[in-house]
């Protein structure tokens, strides 16, 4: 199925769903296209521009939150509210700041419990590290006073990066 925003003569702009081009230039052709509003069967698709949305890590703007208490009907837009404009600016400021910090950073992957002990212990330089570990190992890693925080954003380690 296709989505085609279309327009009639009156200027009304409405959505018309079609198995295929083919299928919208058919029913076009055939004169089988009325408008919803007005019944008028001069209808064009309207211009249109397709939507290829931003990697969530690209996005400038704050992010739709879907209302989850009630599914919206058919004819109904979905309901969306946003993040507080003071709350998005936040957000962003801890990424930056998490940012910054992994610059100075070296990342030790599966043996970040390792060598964040061996670190505190005095066994290897005293450097910022950052990697991988379970829940239970951070948990033990603090028990015994080794400093660590979990990060707040996702991180690529290196070798998946394009």
Known sequence: MIAFD???????RFEGWFASSED????QS???LACPICDDMTVQKALSVPHVPKK?????VPVPIADVAAPPA???????DTLPPAVVEFVQKLA?????????SQWVGGQFAETARAI????EADRII???TSADEAKALMEEGVQVAPLLFPVVPPSAKN
């Open 74 to 80: 058919a004819a109904e837009p979905a309901k969306t």
């Open 30 to 32: 055939a004169g089988l």
């Open 6 to 12: 279309l327009n009639c003569s009156n200027g009304h």
């Open 120 to 123: 505190h212990y005095g066994e």
């Open 24 to 27: 919208y230039s058919k029913q």
């Open 96 to 104: 930056v700041a998490q940012s910054e910090m992994l610059k100075q």
């Open 56 to 60: 969530s890590n690209q996005r400038s």
């Open 130 to 132: 950052h990697g991988e």
